[in-house]
């Protein structure tokens, strides 16, 4: 029983070390010069999850026109952003509050699972904001951003496929995604893929969202804008 709970012991300090270094070692290891940042976007992040925020514009609702057609309000009266998560299919879409956690959903969380993008909208975001972190990219990483995104969602027929039902209100939506989930590669390594396809550097892995935001914090500047009114 002792050999057993010193082994245990030690599987958790390894894993320790191992988001420790993830966290500490930036991705990439040497900063490149991206341009000036022209667009804004957020990391919206609470103790599980992150997602990101991009501004709208027409090219942007022109870029995701399906999701105005298979009824999330992208161009409704007051939005201002979309918001993108990619994550486990089960957890996302049997857990829509923690009062109905299961056990299956989070064991397919835990070892594999199908992926889901959820997409939300959103009007101003709030600076400064715990859960908010905003940061300035090049036009040039804006646009490679949005070809990463796009690229995450499951096709067919040269459309995403949208999982109808299965939203939490009347202003989201999921969609199939591509990837396999797993608590090693997950929702907050996603961000911060994305991420660095925006320019930004990251941890070299990032499970967790404190785990993202500090080495976010390490490595890039977050300028918070001024609140407004």
Not at 11 to 38: F, M, N, Q
Not at 54 to 76: C, K, S, T
Not at 206 to 217: A, G, H, I, R, V
Request: hydrophobic residues 45%; contains cysteine; neutral net charge.
């Amino acid at each position: 029983m002792r050999g057993i709970f010193r082994f245990a012991l030690r599987i958790l300090a390894l894993i320790a070390v191992i988001a420790a270094l993830g966290t500490l070692i930036p991705r990439p290891l040497w900063s490149g010069d991206e341009g000036s940042g022209t667009r804004r976007i957020y990391v919206i992040s609470n103790p599980i999850h992150t997602d990101i925020a991009i501004p709208v514009d027409a090219a942007v609702l022109e870029r995701f026109r399906f999701l105005a057609e298979d009824g999330i309000a992208a161009n409704g009266e007051g939005v201002r952003y979309l918001i993108f998560g990619w994550g486990g299919r089960a957890f996302y879409l049997e857990t829509p509050t923690w009062s109905q956690l299961r056990p299956a959903p989070v064991f397919k969380a835990l070892t594999v699972d199908a992926a889901a993008m959820h997409v939300d909208v959103a009007g101003p975001i709030p600076e400064p904001h715990p859960a908010v972190a905003g940061y300035d990219v090049s036009e040039a990483r804006f646009a490679a951003l949005l070809d990463f995104i796009a690229a995450s969602f499951t096709r067919d027929a040269d459309r995403p496929k949208f999982i109808p039902g299965a939203g939490y209100s009347i202003s989201d939506g999921f969609y199939e995604a591509e990837g396999a989930f797993n608590a090693l590669v997950g929702c907050n390594t996603w961000t911060a893929r994305a991420l660095r396809v925006a320019g930004l550097r990251t941890g070299w892995w990032n499970p967790l969202p404190w785990s993202l935001s500090l080495s976010m914090q390490l490595y890039n500047r977050d300028e918070p804008q001024p609140a407004r009114q």
